[in-house]
């Protein structure tokens, strides 16, 4: 059996001003913690036996706090936590110093009811939206949603492994542990034990580092182990439909109303190369017309930028056949549903066609295509034509020409193609200059 927890108030070494510094000296499970906080009295100003000073109203350094209340105060704290924390762990010395430190900051401050942050408590500020981006707008949705998953996955680690999870905790030794966790026992899918995928894994790290950083950011923290932490993702291959494709789904005769409503969804989608996101909260004030151009004109839920995209005239043509609804667009699906619904519109339009991914050759194309394939098709299909890269990616919305030239999905054959029109409009200019 662990012996009794004990605090004790013990007086070091005088300084050369003769005082004290008062020291907490706390035994709990054959752990001691030594924790020094800047008081000091004179050596008769205190009672050995009490450990506590003689004159109730003598104050701390700053003059705001009467010193035996601050002591009861730390005492007390250092109880608390423990009972707090045995129940998955017996907490280490450093964390419950990190404990009293923020309550003396916070003291200090003036504010005497916050609890004491901890890593998790600091997740649900950024989950609340409180924390806003560099720029100071508001995080996404997905963001938030995303930060949720990541406390979520903090808990149920915490909770199955009997690993506390805190600042001083997130070591070389936690993250191995963690990334073992997420691989092959953590919830997704509606509460399904069903292990992440590696990208997914390398968000999730990416953004227990975003916390980690605010913590030593606001000094809740000294620990910077997380920093050096690594999980990359790996390159997940996409397809894109390129504009023939793109107008056997258009000409496509389809019965089923849901079925035309989504081809004709995902045919504006490759048009305005916004998010689904995105297109799917188009309303009537984001369709503006100037000098008898028709523009869609909004802010991006995900970037906070705003995009201007004039209308190709398919969209037109779509907004025309769909002008009594609201936003003269098709109604919109769950992302889901769309999903599911645009596959089986490929499908009828005899995109089935296997060999377009290097990693599942026998995949059929039809399968490959989900919302976001509309917005890579955009992309992919301007730059191919040639449309310059820092027009289209104001148009897109990236913000470097990297993660662009990484986002479009351009094939070994794509680019030969594109060198071989090169090819025959420099010989033509030759052939003009001779002539």
């Known amino acids: 059996m662990p012996r009794r927890s004990a605090v004790h108030f013990r007086l070091r070494q005088p300084n050369k001003e003769g005082l004290y510094n008062i020291q907490l000296v ?25 450990e506590r000073v003689k004159n109730k109203l ?65 997740a649900k500020v950024f989950i609340s939206g409180e924390i806003k981006s560099k720029s100071g707008n508001d995080k996404s949705e997905a963001t938030l949603d995303n930060y949720s998953a990541v406390l979520v996955h903090l ?4 909770k199955k492994k009997k690993y506390r999870v805190d600042f001083d905790t997130i070591t070389h030794d ?27 894994i390398a968000k999730d790290i990416s953004i227990l580092k975003v916390f980690m950083n605010e913590a030593v950011k606001r000094e809740y923290t000294t620990n910077m182990k997380f920093r050096e932490f690594t999980f990359s993702e790996e390159d997940v291959e996409h397809v894109y439909l390129n504009e023939a494709e793109l107008n056997i789904i258009y000409n496509l005769e389809i019965e089923n109303k849901k079925l035309r ?13 916004l998010r689904y996101s995105d297109l799917t909260n188009i309303k009537k004030e984001n369709i503006v017309e100037e000098d008898g151009v028709k523009f869609i004109t909004l802010i991006t839920q995900k970037t906070r930028e705003k995009v201007i995209i004039p209308c190709h ?50 995949k059929p194309l039809n399968s490959c295509i989900s919302s976001h394939t509309a917005r890579r098709s955009f992309a992919t299909n301007y730059y191919l034509q040639g449309f310059p890269t820092i027009d289209l990616m104001k148009i897109t919305g ?17 680019s030969a193609m594109r060198l071989s029109e090169h090819q025959k409009q420099w010989k033509k200019r030759l052939l003009d200059l001779e002539g």
């Open 26 to 50: 706390y035994k709990y499970h054959r752990n001691e913690l030594k924790f020094q906080f800047g008081q000091f009295v004179k050596k008769e100003d205190w009672n050995p036996n009490k």
């Open 155 to 158: 808990e149920e680690f915490e």
């Open 261 to 273: 409503e989504v081809r004709d969804l995902f045919i504006v989608g490759a048009w305005l190369g």
């Open 398 to 414: 990236h913000q470097n020409e990297e993660t662009f030239l990484n986002y479009i999905k351009v094939t070994k054959k794509d």
């Open 313 to 362: 005239h398919i969209v037109l043509e779509i907004m025309e056949k769909y002008k009594e609804y609201p936003n003269s667009l098709p109604p919109d699906k769950s992302n889901q549903k769309f999903n599911d619904y645009v596959k089986e519109v490929c499908k009828l339009a005899g995109l089935t066609q296997v060999g377009r991914l290097a990693s599942d050759p026998q």
């Open 58 to 122: 003598a104050t701390t350094e700053d003059g705001k706090f009467y010193l035996n209340d601050l002591l009861d105060k730390l005492e007390k704290l250092c109880e608390k936590t423990l009972n707090e924390r045995i129940p998955i762990e017996v907490p280490t010395p450093d964390y419950i110093k990190q404990v009293l430190w923020q309550s003396i900051d916070r003291n200090r401050k003036g504010i005497t009811d916050d609890p004491v942050v901890t890593l998790k408590s600091l």
């Open 174 to 200: 936690f993250f191995n542990k963690y990334v073992d966790f997420l691989r092959h026992e953590a919830t997704y899918n509606k509460g399904k034990v069903v292990g992440l995928k590696r990208n997914t």
